[in-house]
């Protein structure tokens, strides 16, 4: 009996559980690698060390049975490389559970891992227990920053909570939830808010402003802004359209039509893309929203263009011996 899945999404759920894996060397064995979970509607890769904990999760394209299965940190590195050669979104991964192996299929090939006996660590039941823990107010908390890099590979915004300083810290992004224990401190008190302030009274020299912020915003979520303006220039452009008087500007036409036409194209792709690989979509929109606002993104376009084996100058030559010679061209004369 076989699970369906995309590969990318496999190799994707991997990518983001896989730092948490302990080390093989550690006290429990069976920690040493990637818990899959398959209850017929998702896919789930656990891993942890007992610092952190993730879980990700992806839906399943068709599941005929549920099943469990860990595969130890050297083969489920070779999972996840053979699920990231797969050079399309439109691949799927049939995966197989039997007699102590995970089988997984596609059209390019076949890959068999041996999977691990033994517990892995009660994934759900910790989920379970702290997201049902009642929120109070945390004054101050204390984390060990050596587990952040960790937090990368999940996303490049994740939420974050914590109910209380004694437990841990949930984070969470599209399909993705972890947790990381807080630091208990044991030689020392930990500081207060009021205790924070104390100590830093001096270095801020009594100022008490409160109209500040910080010179720029953190960055957010770039996509509803740009599907918000790709859904007007569509409309804006549409109206464009109708207010040509008769159509006999054929070039306003052309131009009005083309910007609608493809500023639909993009939102369309947008949703796709928000869809079927959120964290991507997420980093190449800040790199696009970049290059917008330094404004040099016709340069970039002719530099990809060359690149592309395309012939820029010429494009831009014929465009614009074209527009001169109808510039040149006397307008019909009119009663």
């Known amino acids: 009996m076989a699970t369906t899945i995309a590969a990318h999404q496999l190799a994707e759920a991997l990518t983001q559980v896989m730092p948490h894996m302990a080390a093989p060397t550690g006290t429990t064995p069976i920690l040493a690698g990637v818990h899959f979970a398959n209850d017929g509607t998702h896919l789930h890769a656990v891993a942890t060390d007992r610092h952190t904990l993730a879980v990700a999760r992806r839906q399943l394209r068709d599941c005929d049975d549920e099943w469990t299965a860990t595969v130890g940190s050297v083969h489920i590195a070779y999972l996840h490389a053979w699920a990231e050669a797969h050079?399309?979104?439109?691949?799927?991964?049939?995966?197989?559970?039997?007699?102590?192996?995970?089988?997984?299929?596609?059209?390019?090939?076949?890959?068999?891992?041996?999977?691990?006996?033994?517990?892995h660590a009660p994934w759900q039941a910790l989920l379970a227990k702290h997201l049902d823990?009642?929120?109070?107010?945390?004054?101050?908390?204390?984390?060990?920053?050596?587990?952040?890099?960790?937090?990368a590979q999940a996303g490049r915004h994740l939420q974050i909570t914590q109910a209380s300083p004694e437990t841990p810290y949930i984070l969470a992004g599209p399909d993705f939830i972890g947790l990381q224990m807080?630091?208990?401190?044991i030689l020392q008190d930990a500081p207060t808010r009021t205790a924070l302030a104390a100590d830093w009274a001096a270095s801020i020299g009594g100022v008490t402003a409160?109209?500040?912020?910080?010179?720029?915003p953190a960055d957010g979520d770039a996509a509803p802004a740009m599907t918000e303006d790709l859904l007007k220039q569509v409309l804006i452009s549409a109206q464009d359209l109708y207010d040509v008087v008769?159509?006999?500007?054929?070039?306003?036409?052309?131009?009005?039509?083309?910007?609608?036409?493809?500023?639909?194209?993009?939102?369309?792709?947008?949703?796709?893309?928000?869809v079927i690989d959120p964290r991507?979509?997420?980093?190449?929109?800040a790199d696009i929203n970049g290059e917008?606002?330094?404004?040099?993104f016709p340069e970039l376009a002719f530099d990809d263009a060359e690149t592309l084996g395309h012939q820029p100058q010429a494009w831009v030559?014929?465009?614009?011996?074209?527009?001169?010679?109808?510039?040149?061209?006397p307008a019909p004369a009119t009663i």
């Not at 409160?210 to 720029?216: E, I, K, R, S």
């Not at 991507?280 to 929109?285: F, P, R, Y």
């Not at 917008?292 to 040099?296: Q, T």
């Open 317 to 329: 030559d014929s465009y614009l011996t074209a527009r001169d010679a109808k510039r040149a061209t």
């Open 133 to 151: 823990n009642p929120a109070e107010p945390v004054d101050v908390s204390m984390l060990d920053t050596q587990y952040l890099a960790r937090w």
């Open 87 to 119: 050079p399309t979104h439109s691949d799927t991964v049939d995966l197989a559970v039997e007699a102590g192996l995970l089988t997984a299929s596609s059209a390019a090939g076949r890959i068999a891992v041996p999977t691990m006996d033994g517990v």
């Open 246 to 274: 008769g159509g006999q500007d054929s070039a306003a036409t052309a131009a009005h039509a083309r910007a609608g036409a493809y500023a639909w194209t993009a939102h369309r792709l947008l949703q796709v893309l928000r």
């Open 182 to 185: 807080p630091v208990r401190p």
């Open 280 to 285: 991507t979509t997420e980093l190449a929109l």
């Open 292 to 296: 917008l606002e330094a404004g040099d």
């Open 210 to 216: 409160t109209d500040v912020d910080l010179p720029l």
